[in-house]
């Protein structure tokens, strides 16, 4: 029997015809995601898997004072597996450091550039640029520390990466001294930039003042660093650069895939121990 010869009080209205066949277009695409590890909340773990140290910057004198060095020291670069489309996740980090008793009230740029055609900075899980600390304009003398951090990365067969050791290699805080207000400044592709506002007056201890980004690339993993600092009494520059000196083997998902098994078989004991004391 065709629809128009269906009694007017009997055929089913178009708009619950509608209704039904979004509500199971949704459910294929559930399913869809759901085997892809997308929707999950599950992410792939990443370790790195080289490393080197960038070398320190040379001191310079902190403007009004000669005697009183700042400098780029205790930087390091490391990179995980290179996935299947060919790209790596790459961590810079390096520490500026001015002597206590400089005349630091002023600003301090630091910029990180990626280098290598088609290095991007990564995004975090809820889509922000991979450049800690973050802008604050509450001071960044109390901002955690991650100890992991989750990227919008493809591996395993999912889309997302949790970086192991992080920060294992900076220290404990963001900064040695109170009053530190940080804000990134506009964005420039390629380049990323941090803007610490800093008190006036001399520096009561040694200001040290970490600072790391996260990139994806297909290339050997590189970088330039330089941090300005800018007071009424002048300005001053320090720079530096860094590289790995290879692009990563392929990502070896099941030798990850099994010591993430062993991290979570490790975690449950402890809490099983946990819970018998």
């Not at 178009?14 to 759901?34: D, F, K, N």
């Not at 003398?141 to 999912?158: D, M, N, R, W, Y």
């Not at 600092?229 to 083997?249: D, F, Q, W, Y």
Request: with cysteine; net charge negative.
């Amino acid at each position: 029997m065709k629809r128009s010869e269906v009694p007017p009080d009997e055929r089913i209205p178009r708009g619950a015809i509608i209704v039904v066949a979004i509500g199971l277009l949704a459910t294929i695409l559930a399913a869809v995601l759901s085997n892809t590890g997308s929707n999950s909340g599950e992410a792939a773990h990443l370790e790195f898997v080289q490393k080197a140290k960038i070398p320190d910057s040379k001191a310079v004198s902190v403007p009004g004072s000669k005697n009183l060095k700042m400098q780029l020291v205790g930087g390091t670069i490391k990179a995980t597996g290179t996935n299947v489309a060919g790209y790596s996740l790459y961590r810079v980090l390096s520490t500026v450091k001015i002597d206590k008793d400089a005349r630091i009230g002023g600003e301090m740029l630091c910029s990180t550039h990626g280098l290598g055609t088609g290095t991007l900075i990564a995004q975090s899980s809820g889509g922000l640029r991979m450049l800690y600390p973050r802008s604050s304009e509450e001071g960044v003398s109390g901002q955690e520390i991650p100890e992991t951090v989750l990227a919008k990365f493809a591996s395993h067969g999912h889309l997302l990466a949790v970086l192991e050791e992080v920060t294992e290699d900076m220290p404990e805080t963001f900064t040695t001294i109170q009053g530190v207000k940080v804000g990134w400044p506009e964005y420039e592709e390629g380049t990323e930039h941090i803007l610490y506002h800093l008190p006036h007056g001399k520096a009561k201890a040694t200001v040290e003042l970490p600072f790391y980004t996260v990139w994806k690339s297909k290339k050997r993993p590189a970088a330039q660093i330089a941090c300005t600092l800018e007071t009424n009494l002048g300005k001053a520059t320090v720079e530096t650069e860094g590289s790995l000196p290879r692009v990563s083997p392929p990502i070896d998902e099941e030798a990850e895939e099994l010591k993430q098994q062993e991290r979570e078989e490790e975690g449950e004991g402890t809490e099983e121990g946990a819970e018998g004391e």
